[in-house]
Nanobody, 125 residues
Framework: QVQLVESGGGLVQAGDSLRLSCAASERVFKSYTMGWFRQAPGKEREFVATIMLTGDRTGYADSVKGRFTISRDNAKNTMYLQMNYLKPEDTAVYYC??????????????????WGKGTLVTVSS
């Protein structure tokens, strides 16, 4: 059974940092391009970042470029999203995503084969 389990969300103040983690089943992690999406209240789900299977290439939404860093540890079947200089507009539920379609940036939500259940990040001003 495929599982993507996010962790690391929470309540922080503007300017703080958080690191999200996504633990995946081995079968998915070793075959799928991984990424992060987010959905703020009242808004559509949007792409945040993606990382190639090997970790050699990454892609980011313009809104997070320079502040967020995506990475993956293939030995641990875990992907990370280091979020620095958080802003109130970063408040959202963050979802881990996996796509068999190969690396493409931005990652399209229509290409996602598996989603995690999400972890809430709240940034206060």
């Amino acid at each position: 059974q495929v599982q993507l389990v996010e962790s690391g969300g929470g309540l922080v103040q503007a300017g703080d940092s958080l690191r999200l983690s996504c633990a995946a089943s081995e079968r998915v992690f070793k075959s799928y391009t991984m990424g992060w999406f987010r959905q703020a209240p009242g808004k559509e789900r949007e792409f945040v970042a993606t990382i190639m299977l090997t970790g050699d290439r990454t892609g980011y939404a313009d809104s997070v470029k320079g502040r967020f860093t995506i990475s993956r540890d293939n030995a641990k079947n875990t992907m990370y999203l280091q979020m620095n200089y958080l802003k109130p507009e970063d408040t959202a539920v963050y979802y881990c995503a996996a796509s068999i379609s190969g690396f493409k940036t931005p990652m399209s939500s229509s290409s996602i084969n598996y989603w995690g259940k999400g972890t809430l990040v709240t940034v206060s001003s």
